[in-house]
């Protein structure tokens, strides 16, 4: 059976080049012009514009902003072979190189990252991080034109000629550094210097020393010197702080299991990989505390707890500029085998076509009304006890799920597929998203789903094809949904039932083997073949519908952060306009950039149709 997936699948965790290009001006001026029109020159280096970290920047948290902000140009690995890096007027530093940086103190490349270099198309990233992220980012592009080996080495060779004086941390505060002055960890000290600066420094002061090393010994010994100040992306990114976090185990059903003695655990994460996990008893008045934790921003915890075999878990906690308490909650309910008190919040098929098949992806949000989690009830054919349910059409093909697999956490059982894992009290506390292909012979086909419980909300949205008909049985239609160029016809309902089927027939369809009229042209006028199998990235959007925090650990940066800042101000409807006007500036861009033949047609209509899924569902969002 052909597949109808694409053959070359990208992870949800990608990061794509369009980020770096939200506030670059016309690429068509670039050739012509010095500076894009409007566009005043960058500021020169001042060093009294540059703020020290607060805390040594951290290389790792660094890593996913500089792939989405930086490696388009840069390169992923700092060699200034980015996918935009051609249409730069000059080449973008290659941090790879060491004598790129080797006379460059990383003052000077914050300084660049944050006030750009408009006339060579670098964008100011002020306008989009905060000191901190952009310090933590410098210090990944750093980390590009080293390695672990290279620094430990070097500090192999500090430790024998220089910790005497120098100190074992760079203080100067070894047994013999009664006259060192200088602090290597001193922050604002060590960004205004070069790695140049400091040999020159070396050689000027006491130049017996290391008298007989080569010069990349020379160097190694001072790429672990700049380590006093920054942390490497080799080394764990948590650090301990001041930080302290108090909450309370709330058990919340009536007769369920006392709390006292139960275990909290707490788990920290820096760019979606856990870095530390600690452990605290609830007391008899059911809280539970945490000390000394790390209060770097790019940190996020989450505590949780286990009982009766449930785990549940605390909202994102994260310590703001200057904060140093957290306070939380864990929620804890009895088990339950009634299903009673389930229903679906709200449900969106998205529809979509190829030639010979439709491309569907259904999300639900369940909700369970009762004050008892849900842990499921046993039904033939299934070894463990059954959650929710979904159903899909008897003719779906290459189903998958998010955050699971049929056959494990996920079991199908006919047209009917189940989850296993427990579903909390509360509204939209589970999410589930399948997609799947349904083939079809001819022009025709029929889409026929229903739900396996009550809904207060039904979406179906199904993407025009030129000369294709639909008509919807069960829903109010809501009529054509343009985003961003891209038309939806819309149907909606409320209240649905259970046993309410929803029929669309589907008409003027693409016959297998045909060419997608929506798809790319080739620069030479005809299709290309990337173009002639068009496919939604479903995967890139079904992240922007969820809520759970296992999915947030997954999803990729910018809904992390997205999510974060929810949780941080709750005006989530302004958040969520930002965030399309952000998409809507990014997906013009992309299409600027295709247009003058800066992307090839498979680039460009892979990142367009991510940036438009998310939209999408933004616009779900929003409407509701």
């Not at 008897?394 to 049929?406: D, F, R, T, Y």
């Not at 639909?470 to 209240?495: C, F, H, K, R």
């Not at 693409?510 to 990337?530: F, H, K, M, N």
């Amino acid at each position: 059976m052909r597949s109808f997936w694409p053959r070359r699948r990208f992870p949800v965790f990608a990061i794509f080049l369009v980020s770096t290009l939200f506030f670059l001006p016309g690429l068509l001026m670039a050739a012509e012009s010095p500076l894009p029109t409007g566009q005043q020159p960058s500021p020169p280096f001042d060093l009294a514009q540059v703020s020290a970290p607060v805390t040594p920047a951290n290389a790792r948290a660094g890593r996913a902003i500089y792939a989405e902000n930086c490696a388009p140009c840069h390169g992923e690995t700092g060699r200034s072979d980015g996918p935009t890096a051609a249409s730069l007027p000059s080449p973008a530093t290659a941090f790879a190189d060491p004598n790129a940086v080797w006379e460059r103190s990383p003052a000077e490349l914050f300084h660049t990252a944050k006030f750009g270099r408009i006339e060579k198309l670098m964008p100011p990233w002020s306008n989009q991080l905060t000191d901190g992220q952009i310090w933590n980012a410098v210090s990944y592009a750093w980390n590009l034109h080293t390695d672990q080996l290279a620094v430990e080495t070097g500090g192999l060779l500090y430790t024998g000629a220089c910790a005497e004086c120098h100190g074992e941390t760079g203080a100067g505060d070894g047994p013999n550094g009664a006259d060192v002055l200088t602090d290597f960890s001193d922050t604002r000290y060590a960004m205004a210097i070069s790695q140049a600066g400091w040999l020159a420094g070396w050689q000027a002061a006491h130049p017996e020393v290391g008298a007989d090393f080569s010069d990349e010994q020379q160097r190694n010994v001072l790429e672990f010197v700049r380590t006093f100040s920054y942390t490497p992306a080799w080394v764990s990114a948590y650090r301990p702080g001041s930080g302290a976090l108090n909450g309370r185990v709330v058990q919340g059903t009536a007769d369920g299991a006392p709390v006292e003695g139960v275990e909290v655990v707490l788990e920290g994460f820096v760019d979606f990989e856990p870095v530390v996990a600690f452990t605290a008893t609830v007391g008899t008045d059911g809280t539970f505390s945490f000390a000394n934790l790390g209060t770097d921003p790019s940190v996020v915890y989450f505590a949780s707890a286990t009982l009766e075999g449930i785990s549940y878990s605390s909202p994102i906690l994260m310590f703001g500029e200057g904060q140093s308490s957290l306070e939380t909650t864990v929620n804890v309910y009895a088990p339950s085998d009634d299903d009673s008190g389930i229903s679906i919040e709200r449900a969106h098929w998205i529809v979509d076509s190829q030639p010979g098949a439709l491309i569907v992806g259904q999300i639900y949000a369940y909700s369970n009304s009762s004050d008892r989690a849900f842990t499921g009830r046993k039904i033939e054919g299934v070894d463990m006890p059954v959650t929710v349910a979904l159903s899909v059409p008897p003719g779906a093909v290459e189903i998958s799920l998010e955050n699971g697999a049929l056959g494990e956490r996920f079991q199908q059982v006919g047209h009917i597929i189940y989850d296993t894992a427990p579903v909390v009290p509360g509204s939209e506390t589970r999410q589930v998203i399948v997609r799947y292909a349904l083939p079809y012979d001819g022009t025709t086909t029929e889409f026929v789903g229903s739900l396996t419980y009550p809904a207060k909300s039904l979406n179906l949205l199904v993407s025009e094809l030129p000369g294709m008909k639909v008509e919807v049985t069960g829903l109010t239609s809501m009529g054509p949904q343009d985003i961003q160029g891209e038309v939806y016809q819309m149907w909606q309902s409320e209240n649905v039932a259970p046993d309410q089927n929803v029929s669309a027939q589907l008409s003027g369809l693409l016959e297998a083997g045909e060419l997608d009229p929506r798809a790319a042209q080739s620069s030479d006028g005809t299709q290309s073949p990337v173009a002639s199998a068009r496919v939604p990235q479903l995967e890139g959007w079904m992240p922007w519908a969820l809520g759970g925090v296992l999915v947030l650990a997954l999803a990729g940066l910018s809904v992390w952060a997205w999510r974060a800042r929810l949780t941080q101000t709750g005006d989530e409807k302004a958040l969520i306009r930002h965030q399309r006007t952000e998409l809507l500036q990014r997906i013009a861009k992309l299409d600027d950039l295709h247009a003058v033949g800066e992307l090839t047609d498979a680039h460009w209509q892979q990142q367009r149709a991510r940036l438009k899924a998310e939209l999408l569902t933004i616009a779900l969002q929003l409407s509701e």
